[in-house]
């Protein structure tokens, strides 16, 4: 096979490069010689059949000078591409006396108008918001909330995990109630909200990520008439005067005891409805007394310190309030839906 003669490819190529007239020229030029069956293409396809001498000779030069006319092709191609868009942007015209598209004012998404809504009840309260992160590790997620390694409460908040260590997104916003409580003495009064996660499938009522707001009080003699108290008049606030609620136990493994609040139903008013399935009450959110063992992972004194602790789901509360029926429409985005609120 006859030795290629880089030296004048490389000259035919930049001469035809350097006088391209539009970007459309320019690429033909690129496959001409760089493309799959371009001159320089084959040149280095054809390397393999030259003695192994000339082949170390010729190898180097042939790589360099793709590279050096692909540098060549971008630095050209710029070039022309700018040029194109000036002569583009010459001849259009802007006529300055047609009207500017109307605007539409901005509003907070109603998840937004929720969560802060609660928060202002408990900031009135004297409740201090604080914020955690939403990776969390096992410990803060599970152990320290009295939830240990192949307990069965564990199956009910089913999460994410990151890699292969004890890395996962937390399936509730109570860990930022243990890292205060580890730096903080009591007395304290924080309400938590954000972002949570659960290994759930997505339907009307469930979605693997969604909003919640925990609320925690620390300090002595705390019974749970406070905690009943507490929430009876958030329920007030957020549904109106009218508003009653009660509570029945239930089981959450951070508590003891530990009940559910329910409401009176704010669409038939106890009288029974579709809603409330009948039973004039619907069902808002868990809450408790602390724990023993949870103050003791934190190194509070369970025989001096009582507390009680809540939690509460944004989208449950704002579907009750707005009678939606579907919590997938909270992430739609479909402005339909959005300007209601």
């Known amino acids: ?10 000259t035919e190529a930049f001469r035809l490069i350097d006088s391209a007239a539009d970007s459309a020229a320019l690429e033909e030029i690129h496959v001409k010689f760089l493309g799959r069956k371009g001159e320089l293409t084959l040149v280095l396809r054809s390397l393999g059949e030259l003695p192994p001498e000339q082949r170390k000779l010729l190898g180097p030069q042939a790589n360099s000078l793709k590279n050096l006319l692909e540098e060549r092709f971008q630095a050209r191609r710029f070039e022309l591409e700018k040029k194109e868009t000036d002569q583009r942007l010459t001849g259009q015209s802007v006529d300055v006396t047609l009207p500017v598209g109307t605007r539409r004012a901005a509003r907070p998404h109603p ?12 900031q009135e309260l004297g409740f201090e918001v604080a914020d955690g992160p939403e990776i969390e590790t096992d410990h803060y997620n599970f152990t320290a909330l ?17 890699g292969k260590g ?8 109570s860990p930022v109630q243990i890292r205060v409580m580890e730096k903080r003495k009591p007395p304290l009064r924080i309400i938590a909200p954000g972002r949570v996660y659960r290994h759930e499938a997505t ?3 469930h ?4 909003h919640q707001v925990e609320g925690l009080a620390v300090a002595e003699n705390l019974s749970f008439a406070d905690l009943k108290g507490t929430l009876a008049l958030f329920a007030r606030r957020m549904f109106g005067p009218q508003s009653e609620a009660r509570f029945r136990p239930s089981y959450f493994p951070f508590v003891e005891p530990g009940a559910e609040m329910l409401v009176s139903c704010i ?7 579709r809603v409330c399935k009948m039973t004039g009450w619907l069902e808002l959110l868990g809450a408790g007394m602390v724990h023993p063992n949870v103050f003791n992972k934190v190194g509070i004194n369970p025989e001096k310190f009582t507390g009680f602790a809540f939690g509460m789901g944004v989208e449950r509360i704002a579907m009750l309030k707005f009678g939606i029926n579907d919590i997938r429409l909270f992430y739609d985005n479909d402005l339909r839906f959005l300007e209601q609120f």
């Open 166 to 173: 004890n890395l996962l997104l937390r399936t509730h916003t």
């Open 203 to 205: 339907d009307a009522t």
């Open 1 to 10: 096979m006859p030795e290629p003669n880089l030296d004048n490819l490389k």
């Open 207 to 210: 979605s693997a990520i969604f």
């Open 111 to 122: 998840l937004t108008q929720i969560n802060n809504e609660i928060l202002s009840i408990f």
């Open 146 to 162: 009295n939830i240990p390694k192949d307990h069965p409460a564990r199956d009910m908040q089913d999460t994410f995990y990151i």
């Open 267 to 273: 669409f038939c008013k106890k009288a029974g409805c």
